[in-house]
């Protein structure tokens, strides 16, 4: 339908979290079995919800929540899934639709629930690698990471990918989340992009897949991670042209965004050379 406005991804990995999380909260295999606990005439809503083509509203939420009882102990409250991200293993929330969002004060907020140091690393003046270093020694200690990845052989196996096939760490939830809200604040702030876009790229290659899973929002996931980097992009590229006439300014900008980047592994085929 003409002028019908596009469906957010993030709105979609909503839905369908919030969904799958229902299912494993309530020990309810299908969704046709989770739409005819609840009752009422939402089997149909309830596939929509769960391929991602619709959400539910603020009332379909709490009525679920209310059914199940979520606001007791024994059960955490399904909406804030919905609102915030999936649970996290600690009866809490992992914000990844903050993390995934636009709106750099909420991207800087999960960086700052991940750890509570980081409000006193701005205020301080830390540099940007030192704030990065705590949340990526969770997967690797630094020294382990290519400093300039972008001068790596592409040949040569992503040492993050190769460190979660050895079992060296285990990605959950609230680390990912963690690690995406860094991502993207890097690209805001022109800061260590291609040596986070290196350690997605890792990510991506079996660690995400595996996370995402049991969610369904693999795609989703993914072609956000499109849409973000893309829009920094296209700012980028803006700059270089505003900069044409200080060559060395834009030597500056060109070296942020030289090398492999997230979108050239999603979507290769983008990147591909005329007649290759």
């Not at 809503?45 to 939420?61: D, E, I, Q, R, W």
């Not at 700052?112 to 940007?128: K, Q, T, V």
């Not at 060109?254 to 290769?268: N, W």
Request: aromatic share 10%; net charge positive; hydrophobic share 40%.
């Amino acid at each position: 339908m003409a002028g019908r406005r596009k469906r957010s991804l993030v709105r979609s990995m909503q839905a369908m979290v919030w969904i799958a999380e229902l299912k494993a909260i309530t020990d309810l295999n299908t969704t046709y079995a989770l739409a005819k606990k609840i009752g009422g005439s939402s089997e149909k809503s309830f596939h929509k919800y769960a391929s991602g083509t619709s959400a539910p509203s603020v009332t379909n939420l709490k009525l679920v929540d209310k059914k199940f009882k979520m606001s007791t102990s024994q059960y955490p409250c399904a909406s804030e899934v919905f609102r915030i991200g999936p649970l996290d293993g600690n009866n809490g929330y992992a914000p990844l639709w903050d993390a995934l969002g636009d709106d750099m004060e909420k991207v800087w907020s999960v960086l700052s629930r991940f750890n509570i140091n980081y409000e006193l690393f701005r205020a301080i003046g830390f540099p940007h690698s030192y704030k990065m270093e705590q949340v990526t020694r969770y997967l690797l200690p630094t020294n382990e990471i290519p400093e300039k990845p972008w001068l790596e052989e592409r040949s040569k196996p992503n040492v993050i990918a190769e460190a979660y096939n050895n079992k060296r760490f285990k990605l959950e939830i609230e680390l990912l989340t963690a690690i995406v809200a860094l991502w993207q604040f890097s690209m805001f702030v022109g800061d260590h992009k291609l040596y986070m876009d290196y350690i997605m790229i890792g990510l991506m290659e079996d660690a995400i897949p595996d996370l995402l899973k049991k969610y369904g929002i693999t795609n989703e996931f993914n072609n956000r991670l499109i849409e973000i980097d893309e829009k920094y992009m296209a700012q980028y590229k803006s700059l270089m042209a505003k900069q044409s006439d200080d060559n060395q300014q834009a030597k500056m900008i060109d070296k942020t965004i030289s090398g492999v980047r997230v979108c050239e592994v999603l979507k290769p085929d983008a990147f591909k050379e005329p007649g290759r």
